[in-house]
Structures are given as structure tokens and as C-alpha cells.
């Protein structure tokens, strides 16, 4: 799949931004609603005679994110209010001293408008390709490469040596793996006699997978090398790996779906976009090959593309 643009909170912001952009609009719509159409949207502070409201402090919430993550509600509220506050007391001064005529503002204002143009449409197309039948045939054809595939639960002791791996084999005959685990092994899943559930053989480093693949169920393996160390595998159980329920990756089919729409749809603008890269030598003249010689007056035929 060719390469999308990253989920951001710049994302998730634009329809608010856009309706924003709107607000004269609005203003017409609201006067005909009923009171309590306004109520949802309360005014919740007034600086210089201008309203924040309950869809304000949602955007910001937005805006500010993860800064926001560790706060209890009533903390996140009374900081975003206040940052609001601020913000509006400081745009203003900022319009007092016509900071919008600087050039850098102007530049960085064009950047923004062209971002949220962007994010908006790719939302869109987005949000319009995630339908449940597109959904569902993502998932059915996930399904088909993954039914049927091996899986193995097993067990493993890990040490540094082999003369310990061979100690450990040697003890096995006579105690039970899961608590000698306990007692011997390094890896950081001891505490769990060693198990590492169910995985498939790409799951784990190649030493370790063919050796555990080859073993019968309650077989236990002769010392294994790996980066890792020394391991002694016991294989508990083998099954065919079923595909998860839908609804249990649902949310991951809506996100790839969503940003697959999306990178076609850009791929697809750039086949018609007229697009120079000034940064880059011309092509021709990097592999040796000579430009073509420019039409005479007389020539019908025009340079062949490259």
C-alpha cells in the first residue's frame, strides 16, 4: 500500500474549523432554533464581550491533547477555559498591533488554511470509504491467509550457557517444567513458567521456531541456541490459527481502510497535478543521455516524453 498521511488532532479538528468558518451563517440558523438547541452549547465565559462556549473548549481539548491526558476533569476544564481566556485577550492585542500584515504570520496562515483544506477532504474520503460492506471484505480476505496456519503453545527455559541447558535437561526428567522454569530460567516470562502462549512460526527468531514446530505436543527439546541464550522447549499444544471475530478488529479495518481511501485518492490527484521538483537534477542528465535538441521552426514532431 502506498504510503498515507498520518492520523493527527489537526485532523479531527477540521470540521469544527470549518463550521467556524461559517459562523455567519450560523448565527441566521441559531435565531430560528428552539432555546434549548442552545443550551447544548452554553456560553461558559465572556472576554471583551465575546463568547466561549462548550464547542470551544472541545475544540481546544482537541487542539491540546495528550498535555491534557493527566488531568481530572474538573482540572482539564478550568485549564482549557483559562487557556481560552488567554488566548483571546493575546489575539486581540496581536490584532491591535496588525501582527496578521507580518509576513511570516501571512506565510504560516496560508500553510494552516491549506492543511485544514487538506485534512478536511481526506476526511471525507476517508469517512465515506469505511463502509461495512468495504469493511467486511477487507476482513474476509485478511481471513483466507491467515485460517489454516500453525500455531504452537509451548514453554521454554532460558540461560546463559550451554553446560546450564544441559544441567536443566537433565533435571527435567524427573520435575515439572512450568516450576523449574520459575527457578531457573532468565527470561523475563519465568514468573509464568516459561509460557509464551500461542505464536506462529514467523513470531519467533528461526532457531527457536523449527525446533518447536518439529516437537509433539508434551515433547520436550535437547538445548537450543539462539541470540538470545540457551533455551529447553516444551511444546503443550498445536492448532490450526482461526482469524479473530470481526467486531474484535473492526476498529483496525476502519483505520486501514480509512488510510488506504485516503492514499489512492491522493495518488490519484497526482496523476493529473503538474508537479516540478526544482530540487532534483534533471533525470536525463544524471544517467548521461542527452537532452532532446529543441523543435526548428519546421519540425512537426515534438521531443519524445520521457
Known sequence: MTSSFPETKTGLRLGLASAAAMG???LVLLAGLPVRAQEANPVLAKVNGADIRQSDLALAEEELGPSLAQMDPATKKDSVLSFLIDMKIVAKAAEDKKVENNEDFKKRLAFTRSR???????ASEGKAATTDDAMKKVY???????????????????????????????ELKGADFAELAKK????????????????????MVPEFSTVAFALEPGKISDPVKSQFGWHII???EKRSRKAPE?????????TYV???????????????????RLDKPDEAATKGEAKPEAAKPADTKAPAKK
Open 258 to 276: 480509512t488510510r488506504k481511501a485516503q492514499a489512492d485518492y491522493v495518488a490519484k490527484l497526482r496523476e493529473t497535478a503538474k508537479v516540478e
Open 184 to 203: 531457573k530460567s532468565k527470561d523475563p516470562g519465568a514468573s509464568d513458567g516459561g509460557d509464551l502462549g500461542f505464536f506462529t512460526k514467523d513470531q
Open 140 to 170: 474476509e480476505d485478511a481471513s483466507k491467509q491467515i485460517t489454516g496456519e500453525q500455531e504452537v503453545h509451548a514453554r521454554h527455559i532460558l540461560v546463559e550457557t550451554e553446560g546450564d541447558a544441559k544441567a536443566i535437561a537433565e
Open 116 to 122: 485544514l483544506l487538506m485534512d478536511s477532504l481526506l
Open 24 to 26: 455567519c451563517l450560523a
Open 234 to 236: 516444551k511444546v503443550e
Open 246 to 254: 470481526f467486531e474484535q478488529v473492526k476498529a483496525q479495518i476502519e
